[in-house]
């Protein structure tokens, strides 16, 4: 509470420039900015580009099941493009077989991506879920307090029925 601020250096490299190193120095403690501006981002500015970041994911993933929909719908449900194969079938064998054996190969990195992505955003999930919970845990004297001065403001609030009125009997 009486802790006396300390004091803080700033010192750059590059002259003018924007681009170049930033050093702070504070209570002997030194932390160098380079030019990459994520390389110290505040919390708040990391979570909210990792959103933006999964919610670009999610798009994608959903353009991709639709293609993949597509995929199934026009090779495998549709009785016209089968025709198709076994009509090419019978004039080129191999590069049918190819394409085919293409398609599967294709087919099945889709497949192990996609369980590389199920991974990641469970570990991501779990990753939130637990930095939720921990900030409610290590900071709950703040919430407390923010809570308590909240609820201090609301008394604050003007009465509806004034002391001395006939309502307020």
Same mark, same amino acid.
């Given at each position: 509470?009486?802790?006396?601020? %300390?004091?803080?250096?700033?010192?750059?490299?590059? $002259?003018?420039? #924007?681009i @170049?190193?930033?050093?702070?120095? !504070?209570?002997?403690?030194?932390?160098?900015?380079?030019?990459?501006?994520?390389?110290?981002?505040?919390?708040?500015?990391r979570m909210?580009?990792?959103?933006s970041?999964l =919610?670009?994911?999610?798009?994608?993933?959903?353009?991709?099941?639709?293609?993949?929909?597509?995929?199934?719908s026009?090779?495998?449900g549709?009785?016209a !493009?089968?025709?198709?194969?076994?009509? *090419? !079938?019978?004039?080129?064998? &191999?590069?049918?077989?190819?394409?085919?054996?293409s398609?599967?190969?294709?087919? $099945?990195?889709?497949?192990? *991506?996609?369980?590389?992505? @199920?991974? &990641?955003?469970?570990? &991501?999930k %779990?990753?939130?879920?637990? #930095?939720?919970?921990?900030?409610?845990?290590?900071?709950?004297?703040?919430?407390?307090?923010?809570?308590?001065?909240?609820e201090?403001?609301?008394?604050? =609030?003007?009465?509806?029925?004034?002391e001395g009125s006939?309502?307020d =009997?």
């Open positions: 509470m009486g802790r006396k601020p %300390d004091d803080v250096k700033v010192t750059t490299s590059g $002259g003018l420039s #924007v @170049g190193e930033i050093t702070l120095s !504070s209570g002997g403690k030194t932390v160098k900015l380079g030019s990459d501006s994520t390389e110290h981002m505040l919390p708040a500015k909210e580009r990792a959103l970041e =919610q670009y994911a999610l798009s994608a993933l959903n353009l991709a099941a639709e293609d993949l929909h597509i995929v199934e026009e090779m495998i549709s009785d !493009s089968r025709r198709l194969v076994v009509e *090419s !079938s019978a004039e080129n064998p &191999i590069e049918t077989a190819d394409d085919i054996e398609h599967r190969m294709q087919a $099945g990195e889709l497949a192990e *991506s996609s369980a590389g992505v @199920g991974a &990641i955003a469970k570990a &991501i %779990d990753k939130a879920a637990f #930095v939720a919970r921990a900030l409610g845990s290590v900071f709950a004297p703040e919430l407390l307090a923010g809570d308590r001065a909240r201090k403001a609301k008394d604050k =609030q003007a009465k509806l029925f004034p006939k309502d =009997q």
